[in-house]
């Protein structure tokens, strides 16, 4: 077997002389091998990456033993650190639109990583160096990526060119920190298989850190558990998927969402939750006591549930002359049913989403919420339908006010339609408790949450007016697997409290499967298939539903193999 060219041992870090959030870590990074770090927010998965290369703030204090090739890196010089950023080591970070400067095209910052290795190349030679690196990272117009600036890409094209930068020092080794967080499965899918490619391609070391267990599955060779800043679990990946040895992986891995049926169809599972036979106690712990989707919500209570949203033949057109966004999109949302919107980035899930909660305008169809038309609603009206949707963002930390207390973030929407102060101070009481929060954390800001604590926040705002139609734009695509599965078990049993219809707009498979009664797939503004749930997903009518199904990373590595080369065939015939 080949030798580590990165050995990392009885690894500590602390800032500022608090208690280290990192304690006695060590790993190894072998060439052509991906060694995965998983755990939670605040593991210390990053932390213990970024200290190899001295790119934690002065404060942190760094003991133990980091070789590279041999070369000590704890205690070593600025001028020793930099000859290994980028030559030896590559970092790909998680978000490639914070990590490119706006301002500058994409060539011109990949210019400055080429220049930073010097190979004696002029202009010319450092754009073909440039293009080169573009190839290398699976964007096929170099010449047109080279020239955009960072808002002109795409989420999956932003990211490969954060790879082609990772590259421009010929590195033997590369950080890829969360870098598939928030992005479609299809173009997760492409940016995996980019990874894997290249660590076999070039024999790199692979040090990935994720929250997403299927993502490991994928691609992983090796993975070190870690909780609270000490390793947990470290072992072969498909040892460690077989038999978890640790009770934390055991949960990490039971909190994954469930994409694919087990072996009994979804209506039985239904029957048997609701009957309490046999088999229900082999049901999915995924769905977290919710029958399955396979049973709509009209299926289990009697009579049938008003809609509380409908949308006829409806088109949205965000340039005046330009073709329609989304175009002939039909459905109905009745109350206490879930419709899933599952779809690549521009697809029109989220503009259709915008179009319900009248935020965007349509040129044609109609938009009914609660009965009312917003194609034709005016002023008092308009402000009276609006206030009968809620809508939970996809980043809390952006929608909520830094400056203003979680308290006030709830109140506001009650503040705009008329309420005095003791009415907004129980019904923020009441709302904090009904999402699992403590009444008196009113008083607190949004910094001081975590995640899932801020998406709680988000919800209850959200919740405020008691609102027939809640919109949720990926509520939880950014969130650790834990916090995911407490989030979604929430918006589940307040739907079942409060009984409003949701729209969950989601790139999550899993997540569709858990919470949708019935899902629409999107392509290109165009609805391509559409029905209950579990019929979609067990069994897909349409060539890009089992693309987007093949593409979904499950927590598995024994099925990921053949499910990859699936996705393959697929993305050729649905092209």
């Not at 009770?247 to 087990?262: H, I, M, N, Q």
Request: aromatic share 4%; net charge neutral; hydrophobic share 45%.
């Amino acid at each position: 077997m080949t030798d580590p060219i990165l050995q990392v041992e009885g690894l500590r870090v602390a800032f500022s002389g608090a208690e280290p959030v990192v304690r006695d870590v060590s790993f190894a990074l072998t060439p052509g091998r991906v060694l995965a770090l998983v755990g939670e927010s605040g593991s210390g998965k990053s932390v213990s990456a970024m200290s190899v290369l001295g790119l934690l703030p002065p404060q942190a204090r760094v003991s133990g033993s980091i070789r590279f090739r041999g070369q000590e890196l704890v205690g070593a010089t600025t001028e020793q650190l930099r000859a290994v950023r980028g030559a030896g080591i590559g970092v790909v970070f998680q978000e490639p639109m914070n990590s490119f400067t706006p301002v500058l095209s994409i060539g011109t910052q990949i210019a400055e990583a080429v220049r930073a290795h010097p190979r004696g190349l002029d202009r010319a030679g450092v754009s073909a160096r440039i293009d080169e690196l573009l190839r290398a990272a699976g964007l096929s117009d170099p010449a047109r990526i080279r020239r955009a600036y960072p808002h002109e890409l795409s989420g999956g094209q932003l990211q490969r060119a954060m790879i082609a930068m990772a590259l421009a020092g010929d590195p033997v080794a590369l950080i890829a920190d969360e870098p598939t967080t928030a992005l479609d499965v299809t173009v997760q899918a492409g940016t995996l298989d980019l990874l894997r490619g290249l660590c076999r391609e070039r024999d790199l070391a692979v040090l990935l850190i994720t929250h997403d267990m299927g993502v490991v599955a994928d691609v992983a060779d090796e993975v070190l558990v870690m909780r609270r800043g000490e390793p947990v679990e470290h072992g072969a990946v498909d040892a460690l998927f077989r038999a978890p040895r640790a009770d934390y992986t055991r949960a990490l891995l039971a909190a994954v969402p469930v994409l694919e049926a087990g072996p009994a169809s979804a209506t039985q599972l239904a029957s048997d939750d609701a009957t309490g036979g046999a088999d229900a106690s082999r049901a999915s712990p995924h769905r977290h006591g919710r029958p399955a989707a396979g049973a709509s919500v009209r299926d289990r209570r009697r009579g049938p549930s008003p809609v509380v949203a409908r949308v006829r033949d409806v088109s949205v057109r965000y340039e005046r002359r330009g073709a329609p966004t989304v175009s002939g999109i039909d459905f109905e949302l009745r109350a206490g049913e879930t419709l899933g919107l599952v779809g690549e980035s521009g697809s029109g899930k989220s503009t259709i989403g915008r179009a319900l909660a009248g935020l965007v305008p349509v040129v044609a169809g109609s938009v009914e919420v609660d009965g009312s038309d917003l194609r034709t609603a005016r002023g008092r009206r308009l402000r009276q339908v609006r206030s009968r949707v809620g809508i939970v963002f996809q980043d809390p930390a952006s929608s909520l006010n830094p400056r203003q207390t979680i308290g006030w973030s709830i109140a506001e929407p009650l503040l705009v339609h008329g309420s005095d102060a003791a009415e907004r101070a129980r019904r923020v009481r009441d709302l904090l408790e009904a999402v699992q929060l403590d009444p008196t954390w009113a008083e607190r800001f949004p910094h001081e949450l975590s995640g899932g604590q801020r998406q709680r926040v988000a919800v209850a705002r959200a919740l405020a007016l008691r609102p027939a139609l809640v919109i949720a734009d990926e509520p939880t695509s950014a969130l650790d697997v834990t916090v995911q599965a407490a989030v979604l078990e929430l918006l589940s049993a307040l739907q079942d409290e409060f009984g409003f219809g949701m729209l969950l707009i989601s790139h999550d498979l899993a997540v569709v499967r858990q919470l949708a009664d019935e899902v629409v797939v999107l392509r290109d503004g165009r609805v391509v298939e559409r029905g209950a749930t579990a019929v979609v997903l067990d069994d897909p009518q349409e060539d890009y539903t089992r693309m987007l199904l093949a593409a979904a990373p499950v927590a598995d590595p024994a099925r990921q193999t053949a499910r990859r080369e699936a996705w393959r065939r697929l993305t050729e015939v649905a092209s």
